[in-house]
């Protein structure tokens, strides 16, 4: 786990926390190394960072003032979280059904277009840095009720597909719950 993932989900919290502070600067890079015992299942740390991350995603969203923007911020945000999970880790079907969605969401942002908006960055109000990857596709208005029902319905079929790997593997059930909460907690975004 790279101190660069633990950073943004320290400071994505602190800025929820807090509207307004000081920027801290960072120390240099320190590489982490979770040691988990044999016969277990994840990390309580990575998983509690993987919750509060997808929490973040919401909230970051939540702030973005132009809502036609709202449903592919969601998907840039959950694609930005599956690359923080490392590759061949025990959450390596999370990283996937994350990717998968972010894809989905993506995929149906692009063909309900509104033609006359042009892509934008989003960026947090109290903290300009901390901002989208990409620029986002905005959905026309027009088509915003459709759009996020759509929307709703693939994260259902995401929470779905992680429920059911749960019930398959009773070490990593709770953890899985738990991640499909937090995915699914999303859905307020797309209820306004």
């Known amino acids: 786990m790279t101190q660069s993932f633990l950073s943004r989900c320290a400071a994505a919290s602190a800025v929820m926390a807090l509207t307004a502070g000081p920027v801290l600067a960072q120390s240099a890079p320190v590489l982490y190394t979770v040691i988990v015992p044999a016969g277990e299942f994840g990390s309580a740390a990575f998983l509690r960072q993987l919750v509060t991350s997808l929490s973040a995603a919401k909230a970051f969203c939540a702030d973005i003032d132009a809502a036609e923007y709202r449903v592919d911020c969601l998907a840039e945000r959950l694609e930005s979280v599956s690359t923080e999970i490392p590759e061949d880790s025990d959450y390596e079907e999370v990283r996937q059904v994350l990717r998968d969605t972010a894809r989905d969401i993506?995929?149906?942002?692009?063909?309900?277009?509104?033609?006359?908006?042009?892509n934008a960055y989003a960026s947090r109000k109290a903290s300009p840095?901390?901002?989208t990857t990409r620029p986002l596709t905005p959905i026309n208005p027009a088509r915003a009720a459709q759009v996020n029902q759509q929307a709703s319905a693939i994260l259902d079929q995401a929470q779905t597909v992680l429920l059911r790997s749960?019930?398959?593997?009773?070490?990593?059930r709770s953890q899985y719950v738990q991640i499909a909460e937090a995915l699914g907690s999303n859905k307020v975004l797309l209820r306004s």
């Not at 993506?106 to 042009?118: A, E, I, P, V, Y």
């Open 106 to 118: 993506h995929r149906l942002t692009r063909k309900n277009r509104d033609w006359k908006q042009g």
């Open 129 to 131: 840095s901390d901002r």
């Open 166 to 172: 749960a019930e398959a593997a009773e070490e990593r």
